[in-house]
């Protein structure tokens, strides 16, 4: 009699949905880590049996790739967003901080994303392309497209590395250290306005 009960609380596999089972993932990710995702950790979440999420999911690797996918076109939305309109340098700034803002509301999605991925896991180049067409825009309005691309490079290393340093806590001998990415981003900039009177080599 129990398990019938049980039976019939559970989600009948076929009317689960992959939206479901991405938000889930993500949810189970952010409060436990990439280790704590696992199948059986998420049909519980799901209330549905582990095997039957091999009806939707193929493996645990296939899982991971999927959510890379989807945080890297949903990374793609916001960095188009901010990168939208006004001048170069300003949206240099928005996209700074929706990079940061992104990262900070899911940390181990975004340490998923631009973390060191197996080649099981490794997603079409496509939505990579599209979320970081928005910076090599910007690269391109300020330094021109032959250097667009070395632009584009430097001012990501500086929000990427400031973004994980922030995320792991390590400034401690700055606690104003928020204003210090900033400057460094509008020195960067500023120095994009010289580099275009400069010959390339």
């Given at each position: 009699?129990?398990?019938?009960?049980?039976?019939?609380?559970?989600?009948?596999?076929?009317?689960?949905?992959?939206?479901?089972?991405?938000?889930?993932?993500?949810?189970?990710?952010?409060?436990?880590?990439?280790?704590?995702?696992?199948?059986?950790?998420?049909?519980?979440?799901?209330?549905?049996?582990?095997?039957?999420?091999?009806?939707?999911?193929?493996?645990?690797?296939?899982?991971?790739?999927?959510?890379?996918?989807?945080?890297?076109?949903?990374?793609?939305?916001?960095?188009?967003?901010?990168?939208?309109?006004?001048?170069?340098?300003?949206?240099?700034?928005?996209?700074?901080?929706?990079?940061?803002?992104?990262?900070?509301?899911?940390?181990?999605?975004?340490?998923?994303?631009?973390?060191?991925?197996s080649?099981?896991?490794?997603?079409?180049?496509?939505?990579?392309?599209?979320?970081?067409?928005?910076?090599l825009?910007?690269?391109?309005?300020?330094?021109?497209?032959?250097?667009?691309?070395?632009f584009?490079?430097?001012?990501?290393?500086?929000?990427?590395?400031?973004?994980?340093?922030?995320?792991?806590?390590?400034?401690?001998?700055?606690?104003?250290?928020?204003?210090?990415?900033?400057?460094?981003?509008?020195?960067?900039?500023?120095?994009?306005?010289?580099?275009?009177?400069?010959?390339?080599?």
């Open positions: 009699m129990a398990s019938s009960l049980i039976m019939l609380d559970m989600v009948y596999p076929a009317r689960l949905s992959q939206e479901q089972i991405l938000t889930e993932a993500r949810s189970l990710l952010e409060g436990h880590g990439l280790e704590g995702l696992t199948m059986r950790a998420l049909a519980r979440r799901l209330a549905v049996s582990a095997p039957s999420l091999y009806f939707h999911v193929e493996s645990r690797e296939d899982l991971t790739r999927l959510l890379v996918a989807e945080g890297l076109m949903r990374f793609g939305a916001v960095q188009r967003s901010a990168g939208a309109d006004g001048d170069a340098r300003d949206r240099a700034r928005r996209l700074a901080s929706a990079y940061i803002a992104f990262a900070e509301a899911e940390p181990q999605l975004f340490t998923l994303i631009f973390g060191p991925c080649e099981a896991v490794q997603v079409d180049d496509l939505p990579g392309e599209e979320a970081s067409a928005p910076l825009q910007v690269a391109m309005d300020l330094v021109g497209p032959e250097r667009a691309l070395f584009a490079e430097g001012l990501w290393s500086l929000v990427h590395g400031y973004t994980v340093l922030r995320l792991a806590a390590q400034f401690r001998m700055n606690p104003d250290h928020e204003a210090g990415f900033w400057y460094s981003l509008d020195v960067l900039l500023e120095g994009a306005q010289v580099a275009v009177r400069v010959p390339a080599r």
